[in-house]
C-alpha cells in the first residue's frame, strides 16, 4: 500500500480549545498541538501530537486524550501509543467511527489543533510482562484493525527484538485498504536482520477481500484449521508461546477462550502465563 496522503476535503473544521473551567492549570493535562496527519483512506488516519518531554510511557500502553467540545464539555477517549519512547512525538492510529463522538472529531484535525493529553500513560499490554530468563520464546502479537497500533510502538523500540527469538504480528481487517503501516513494518523487518535479534513474521488476514500474499478469514478459523502456523512457519507451544490479543472485544475473547482450549493461561502478576489482552470497547 502506498504512503502517499490520501486528499480529503475539509468542509467543518473543529474548534478545540485548551483553556476551560475544567481544566485549571493545575491539572496534570496538557495542552499539545497536532503536528503530522497522515490519511490511510477516509476513515482511517494517524495522526502525531508534540510531546511533552515530561511525558514517559512504555511501549504498548495508552494514552488519554481530549477535546473540548463547542458547548464547553470535554470528551476524552483511550488510545494506544503507536510512537516509541525515543520517539519526539505522540502518534496514533485512529478508526473514524461512523457518527462517533470523538473519532469523528478527529477525522476533521488540520496541523495546529490543540488536543488534551492526560500526563499519565496507562495500561498493561507491555511485553515487560513475559518474565523469561533466556530469549527462547516467541511474541504473537495479535491485533485486529487499529489494535496494530501498541504493537508498532513495541517495533520501534529496539528492546523487544533483543527479547524474543520470533515475533510474529497478525492482523486482521476486513479489506485491502483497512490496512496501515505495512511499509513501515517490512522495513523494521529489514533493519533487525542482526545477530540476536527476533525473526520477524508478519501475517495480514482480510475477512472480506483477498489480497495476494495475505490469508483470508478470521484469526481463530486460522488457528483451528492450522493455516496461521503454517503461515508464520512457527509453531504454537506451551514452552515457547506468548500472545498479545487486542482489538475487537469478540475476537479478543474468541482468540483467549480458544487458547485456553490449547492450554495456554492468562498472564496474571503473581502468575506467569501465556496471554495479555487489551479491548478497545
Ligand atoms: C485501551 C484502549 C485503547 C484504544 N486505542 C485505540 C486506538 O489506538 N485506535 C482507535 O481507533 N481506537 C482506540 N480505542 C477506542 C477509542 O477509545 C474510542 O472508543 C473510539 O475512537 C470511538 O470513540 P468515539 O467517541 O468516536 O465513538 P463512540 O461514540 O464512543 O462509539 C464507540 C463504538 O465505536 C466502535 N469502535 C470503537 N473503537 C473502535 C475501533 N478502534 N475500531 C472499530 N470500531 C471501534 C465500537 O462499536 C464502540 O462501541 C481504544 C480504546 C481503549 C479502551
Redesign the pocket.
Known sequence: MSNAPIPITITTPVTVVPASPAFPASAKVTAEPVVWLHRWNPALMSFRLRRDPSYVFIPGQ?ARIGLVKEDGET?W????I?SAPHEPFLE??????P????????GRFNIGDTVLVEQMP??FLTADRFKQPGREQDLWLIA????L??YISMLRDEAVWKRFENIVLVLSVRERHDLGYTEELEQLAADHTREGMAKFHFVKTLTRDRLHGALHGRINSLVESGALEAAAGVNLSDARSRFMLC??PEMVETMRKLLKSRGFRMNRKLEPGHIIV????
Not at 477517549?77 to 494506544?80: P, T
Not at 487489551?278 to 470497547?281: I, S, V
Open positions: 495508552f470528551i477517549r483511550a488510545y494506544s503507536v496514533f492510529f485512529l478508526l473514524v467511527v457518527s462517533g463522538e470523538f473519532s469523528c472529531r478527529v496507562q495500561g485486529t484493525g487499529t489494535g497500533a501498541p482489538g475487537n487489551e479491548n478497545y470497547w
